[in-house]
Each structure stands twice: as structure tokens, then as C-alpha cells.
């Protein structure tokens, strides 16, 4: 079986500042791994996904992912952040081969200040 | 041209009636899902079909059955609503390998 951690539920940041978002999960066999934002009353848009190859990957909106195999962690990070960056922001894992299941973390609410 | 899309997008109705929300998608998609969001937007998966055929049937009530007559569409019917039922409930779809689900924007459900 496979879960997701978001530890951090809630995430004040100013503008103009950088931001990680962290995600650990936890997982018997190989999975991809998603980041999600929900932006209110709206459904989850993909923001960037890790398939294989590079650890770090590039997703829209400046964000980016850094898939760590041994801290089983793919934290999300963005160098800037913008007032309209504030969101709900889920982490989700499924197995590469199998199920069609995908598992989702508790969601962390990033909120940009001004 | 929507990607997933569901109707209605808002649903208010008493305890005890039956009510069905409909999904459909054009993305050519085999496998499409239903989720339940709750007031603090933890996202729970209820059903999955691919192909028609149900794959993923998680601990929901049988009061909840879902419905595939294509692989296009997948609706949810829900018998005797209960208060608890209130949530967001989305639809989504996805292709094999690594494809990433994609979301329709929700129907917002509330039982009065």
C-alpha cells in the first residue's frame, strides 16, 4: 500500500519570497509522483509530475520538483512566489505498474502575503 | 472545449432524496474516477472504471453506485442523501503509464 504525507497544513509566505512545500511518501513498489494546485472553488490542475529520469523537474507557474529516492520526499518548491500563487497545493503517488489507484496527501494552503 | 466535465455543478436538496451527477470526458481517456472532498479538502477516492468495468470500489455506503455506459462517462447516483453526503464531489480521468489524472471542477452538494 502507499501513503502520502504533507506535513505542513498551512504555509504563510510573503510576496516575492521563496516557498517549499514538503511531501514524503511511502511505498513497497515504484511510483510516479504528481503535484497538484487547487485554486477556489475549482478542480486540481496538474502543476508538474516525476515519470522517471531527472530528479528535478520543471512544472508551470515557476514551480519545480525535486523527486529524492533515499528520503522517498518530492518537495515542491518555487524561488518567487505571487499573491496568486495562493492555493491548495496535493501531492499524489501511483504505482508505476498494477493499480490505477492514485493516493493523495492532506493538502498543505499555501497563503502569499502582501 | 472542457477536458472533464460534470453536471450539475451545484446540487441543494433535502435529507432522503435520491439525486444523480453526471461526468464526461473527451480526452479519450480509459479509466475515469469519482472523488468525495470534504470540508477540509481531504480528497478521498470512491470508484474507479476502465473500460466500463469497475476496478476500484472503496469502503462508500451502497447508497453511492456509479455508472458507466461508455468509457466517456461515468455518473454517480446517490440514494437517500444524508446530511454527511455534503462535500464536493469530483470527477476525473486518466490514460495509462504516467499520465496524470485530470480533473473536472467539482459539484458542490448540499443537504439541507
Known amino acids: 500500500a502507499q501513503s502520502v504525507t504533507q506535513l505542513d497544513s498551512q504555509v504563510p509566505v510573503f510576496e516575492e519570497a521563496p516557498v517549499e512545500l514538503r511531501c514524503n511518501y511511502s511505498?513497497?513498489?515504484?511510483?510516479?509522483l504528481f503535484w497538484y494546485v487547487q485554486y477556489p472553488n475549482q478542480g486540481l490542475q496538474l502543476l508538474l509530475k516525476y515519470l522517471s529520469g531527472s530528479t528535478l523537474v520543471k512544472g508551470i507557474n515557476g514551480f519545480e520538483a525535486e523527486f529524492n529516492k533515499s528520503q522517498t520526499s518530492f518537495h515542491l518548491r518555487k524561488p518567487s512566489v505571487h499573491i496568486s500563487d495562493t492555493a491548495e497545493y496535493f501531492c499524489?503517488?501511483?504505482?508505476?505498474?498494477?493499480?490505477?489507484?492514485?493516493?493523495f496527501g492532506t493538502g498543505t494552503r499555501l497563503k502569499v502575503l502582501a | 472545449d472542457t477536458a472533464v466535465s460534470q453536471t450539475p455543478k451545484y446540487l441543494v436538496t433535502q435529507m432522503g432524496n435520491d439525486k444523480s451527477i453526471k461526468c464526461e470526458q473527451n480526452?479519450?481517456?480509459?479509466?475515469m474516477y469519482w472523488y468525495k472532498q470534504d470540508s477540509k479538502k481531504f480528497l478521498k477516492i470512491m470508484f474507479s472504471?476502465?473500460?466500463?468495468?469497475?476496478?476500484i470500489n472503496e469502503t462508500v455506503p451502497n447508497r453511492f453506485s456509479p455508472k458507466s455506459p461508455d468509457k466517456a462517462h461515468l455518473n454517480l447516483h446517490i440514494n437517500s442523501l444524508e446530511l454527511g453526503d455534503s462535500a464536493v464531489y469530483f470527477c476525473?480521468?486518466?490514460?495509462?503509464?504516467?499520465?496524470?489524472?485530470?480533473f473536472g471542477d467539482g459539484t458542490r452538494l448540499s443537504i439541507l
Open positions: 511505498s513497497s513498489v515504484s511510483v510516479y
Open positions: 472504471y476502465n473500460n466500463k468495468e469497475l476496478i
Open positions: 499524489a503517488v501511483r504505482p508505476t505498474s498494477g493499480t490505477y489507484k492514485y493516493i
Open positions: 480526452l479519450g481517456h480509459d479509466t
Open positions: 476525473a480521468s486518466s490514460q495509462k503509464g504516467g499520465e496524470p489524472q485530470h
